[in-house]
T-cell receptor
Framework: KAGVTQTPRYLIKTRGQQVTLSCSPI?????VSWYQQTPGQGLQFLFE???????NKGNFPGRFSGRQFSNSRSEMNVSTLELGDSALYLC?????????????FGPGTRLTVL | AQSVTQLGSHVSVSEGALVLLRCNYS??????LFWYVQYPNQGLQLLLK??????LVKGINGFEAEFKKSETSFHLTKPSAHMSDAAEYFC?????????FGPGTRLSVLP
């Protein structure tokens, strides 16, 4: 069974631009969660999507948004990029809601904002 | 609300020595507990999990953890460290609704 895939793996953008990251979960998994990882703040939860609906949201500004499609694939969008958005963005999928099962992580997308 | 603390942001051990990474949690309901490992430039990989069955949980790569309710702890151990164990380790707690990760502990293994 293929694991969680994230595209692209690396991305360089400039301040003010927007970016879209993609995540394909493990086949059959219905929940996709997104995390931001930085050296200073550690692993921070962004949001969880389950059955195309956002079920849970972390403490991030509205510039961060996401969606989930009927095939469970998910996208995350960040608008008006800031230097502080530079981070590794991790996607995780689970069979059911994130709290009920272990999460399986993708390799991440490393975003650099110049 | 639930939370996780990991004592020691950086732990160093010699190759062949015991590995002990500490995790304490708070949860208003009986928790599910997890340990994940992250190697450089990779995502997180599940090491082991506790979901209210046996309190001593065995995971991959020779790691194990013991759930101690009275101490609200879920420490990770490995009898003999290997160079390939050098990585960052994250403890996480779930109350069936949300996942909360600890800040992580970076393990260095010295030759």
């Amino acid at each position: 069974k293929a694991g969680v895939t994230q595209t692209p793996r690396y991305l360089i953008k400039t301040r003010g631009q927007q970016v879209t990251l993609s995540c394909s979960p493990i086949s059959g998994h219905r929940s996709v969660s997104w995390y931001q990882q930085t050296p200073g703040q550690g692993l921070q939860f962004l949001f969880e999507y389950f059955s195309e609906t956002q079920r849970n949201k972390g403490n991030f500004p509205g510039r961060f948004s996401g969606r989930q499609f009927s095939n469970s694939r998910s996208e995350m969008n960040v608008s008006t990029l800031e230097l502080g958005d530079s981070a590794l963005y991790l996607c995780a999928s689970s069979l059911d809601r994130q709290g009920l099962n272990e999460q399986f992580f993708g390799p991440g997308t490393r975003l650099t904002v110049l | 609300a639930q939370s996780v603390t990991q004592l020691g942001s950086h732990v160093s051990v010699s190759e062949g020595a015991l590995v002990l990474l500490r995790c304490n949690y708070s949860s208003s309901v009986p928790p599910y507990l997890f340990w994940y490992v992250q190697y450089p430039n990779q995502g997180l990989q599940l090491l082991l999990k506790y979901t209210s069955a046996a309190t001593l949980v065995k995971g991959i790569n020779g790691f194990e953890a013991e759930f101690k309710k009275s101490e609200t702890s879920f420490h990770l151990t490995k009898p003999s460290a290997h160079m390939s164990d050098a990585a960052e380790y994250f403890c996480a707690v779930s109350d069936r609704q949300n996942f909360v990760f600890g800040p992580g502990t970076r393990l260095s293994v010295l030759p």
